[in-house]
């Protein structure tokens, strides 16, 4: 038995190395998260310091769970794709007599010693790896500490003992799948692989799956705004769009895999142009027959994947959302409102303050009107109007904001969640006015922005920059702010953390006849009936450390799961190719006898890997850049960098994955 063993080994060693790379790979990364765990020293920074980084052990926990379960079920799949292969080898063997037990007993034994390599391969990997996911965590969060590799007995005993029993199991269902195998009927018909005839109805289905899923990417494209519209037109309804169109989506994408794709290299093959090249009808023909034959894979690879780069593309674009917000909040180290400013800075040494900007702002209720005259959608607010020399004698401190250029009469409205408004109803027109209610004072929009002079949370809801001339013109309660350029101190940071966290409040009254003009708006202390609300007092530095940890830790989280998605992902398109490939590895033989240059079968590889490869990848892509676009409008303009440098990670990874499955592919 231990002369099969050797030989089985031997004989599948391509794939069984593979195999132990891919597992030792999630198992180093579950030893990684459990050293983690398991390592307070590391830990007990990001613990301390607020209520929600408390629940990074718990969170930890709950992701080892997850990856935990992933890697059980991903070495379940793979293993019933590896005993598959083997099923033609196992029937010759209980043919030439060889009894079940023993058999049996030698694939039990082969899952163990696979899974011993596994583990101590796992766990060796874990070790070394453990010590950049610690420093990752930490640096991400914002924490400057010195980690090395993290080592634990406990854990590593723990990590072998589970995962010996899990291949202990399987092999325990290679061991009953071969038992029993003689007990099955004969050698099962192949699934059908030669070229389908293209029916009436087969292309007809073909063309209904594109177009569902054409439909459906126009309808995610513009979510917002059909989600806004339907709502409006139908009440209760716009939740229910919310689920349709993805929905739609994945009915859509089924049919292009498992009916559209294949049809359509039916179709190509039967092309005069491909017929008289043989590596073109040899690529086209071989990818028909995959297709055919993985077509449900591919589509749950390609599902897995638009998760997967959704999850990862979602924690950077939170990432960059916050840190962007606090600089978007805040421009400045520090911001006062007058009443801020009259309680605080008589605090203020000379020698802290490097740099003061004073923007002096008029408040006044808007109400904004469509080009036919109507209201648009009731929606009337308060404005922080400001002049035009004003935004652009701080623009030359703030340099991320726009040039603006407003003439007598016009007006550009700041807001945030810019691009929300401009996908509902301020989108429909560019020709949209805003009258100030209490004097009557009418301007055209020019252009609608999101980025505040000194910061959004220095205003209550709204700006407006106007002409001098019309700033000069406006009767309205004045509102002062004024920005602080902070010395690099311990004083000066001492104070900034003490005042940041007893902060008063400015309030203003908002109600119906504020907004219809009837009454001046007034700044106040106090919250009675009050409709909007800032601090009097804002600071950056605290605010971007909370930032950095709270995403921080989300976009570790989001790294993790998303590295071990992607690996899997790849993992079973490479196995799955290889198997393909050694299943025809006569038919490449008997080709290369025929006299097809060896270079012309490197191509008809190359390009069959690719097409497989690339499928899920651009399926993938497509579907996550609808949603994270989506997401990144109730997002006010987040960035989408970090982003695209996740999804060429992923791209990355697919593309070694690719090149690898051709080069074992043609070793075979």
């Known amino acids: 038995m231990v002369k099969l063993i050797r030989t089985n080994l031997r004989r599948h060693r391509t794939v069984d190395r593979l195999y132990v790379l891919m597992a030792a790979g999630m198992i180093a990364v579950l030893y990684a998260v459990l050293a983690l765990i398991d390592a307070p020293a590391v830990l007990g920074r990001t613990v301390d310091m607020n209520d929600l980084t408390a629940a990074v052990p718990a969170l930890l926990v709950g992701v080892l769970v997850v990856i935990l379960l992933f890697t059980i079920v991903f070495l379940l799949y793979m293993n019933a794709i590896l005993i598959e292969r083997r099923t033609g080898n196992i029937r010759v063997y209980r043919l030439l007599g060889m009894p079940g037990g023993r058999l049996g007993l030698s694939l039990f034994c082969e899952s163990l010693v696979l899974g011993g390599a596994s583990v101590m391969l796992g766990v060796f990997g874990g070790w070394l790896f453990s010590k950049f996911m610690a420093m990752l965590l930490l640096r991400l969060m914002g924490i400057h500490q010195a980690v090395g590799m993290l080592w634990s007995p406990r854990v590593a005993g723990e990590i072998a003992g589970l995962f010996l029993v899990v291949y202990a199991v399987l092999g325990g269902i290679n061991a009953l799948y071969a038992g029993n195998l003689a007990l099955l009927q004969g050698p099962q018909a192949k699934e059908q692989t030669l070229p389908r005839a293209a029916s009436g109805w087969r292309v007809g289905v073909a063309w209904l799956g594109g177009v569902i899923l054409a439909v459906s990417y126009l309808a995610a494209f513009n979510l917002v705004h059909l989600t806004y519209a339907m709502a409006q037109r139908f009440i209760g309804s716009g939740g229910w769009t919310l689920l349709a169109v993805p929905t739609v989506g994945i009915i859509g994408l089924y049919l292009v895999f498992r009916i559209s794709l294949p049809t359509l290299f039916g179709w190509l093959q039967k092309r005069p142009q491909v017929r008289r090249n043989a590596v073109w009808l040899l690529t086209v023909a071989d990818l028909h027959k995959r297709l055919v034959r993985n077509a449900h894979s ?371």
């Open 298 to 668: 591919l589509f749950l690879t390609s599902v897995l994947a638009t998760i997967t780069m959704t999850v990862l593309g979602s924690g950077a674009i939170l990432y960059q959302f916050g840190q962007r917000s606090v600089t978007r909040g805040v421009a400045l180290d520090m911001v006062a409102s007058a009443p801020g400013l009259r309680t605080t800075y008589h605090q203020l040494r000379p020698q802290w303050i490097r740099q003061t900007v004073v923007l002096p702002t008029k408040l006044a209720a808007g109400q904004l009107h469509e080009p036919a005259q109507r209201t648009g959608d009731g929606d009337q607010a308060l404005y922080n109007v400001i002049a035009l020399s004003d935004y652009t004698r701080v623009r030359k401190i703030q340099r991320t904001l726009p040039p603006l250029k407003v003439a007598g009469g016009q007006g550009v409205m700041i807001l945030f969640g810019r691009t929300l408004y401009q996908h509902t109803w301020l989108g429909k027109s560019q020709d949209w006015s805003l009258t100030l209610t209490r004097t009557h004072q009418r301007f055209s929009l020019k252009q609608v922005t999101s980025a505040f002079p000194l910061g959004e949370g220095a205003y209550f809801d709204r700006a407006l920059v106007v002409a001098d001339r019309d700033y000069q013109a406006l009767f309205a309660p004045l509102d002062s702010l004024t920005a602080y350029k902070l010395a690099n101190s311990p004083a000066a940071h001492a104070y900034a953390e003490r005042e940041n966290n007893a902060a008063p409040y400015d309030y203003v009254r908002a109600g119906r006849a504020v907004l219809a003009g009837k009454k001046t708006p007034r700044i106040q202390q106090t919250a009675d009936a009050a409709d909007y609300s800032r601090r009097a007092l804002r600071f950056r530095a605290p605010m971007m450390t909370e930032m950095n940890v709270v995403f921080g830790m989300g976009l570790f989280i989001v790294i993790l799961l998303g590295a071990v998605f992607i690996v899997a992902t790849a993992s079973i398109l490479l196995i799955k190719q290889l198997m393909i490939a050694s299943e025809e590895r006569r038919p490449r033989q008997a080709l290369r006898a025929l006299g097809i240059p060896q270079a012309a079968l490197q191509r008809i590889t190359a390009g069959q890997v690719g097409v497989v490869f690339a499928l899920p990848l651009l399926f993938g892509a497509g579907n996550s850049g609808l949603i994270i676009r989506y997401l990144s409008m109730f997002l006010n303009d987040p960035g989408y960098l970090l982003v695209t440098l996740i999804i060429l990670v992923y791209v990355v990874v697919y593309l070694v994955f690719a090149v690898l499955t051709v080069r074992l592919t043609e070793r075979s």
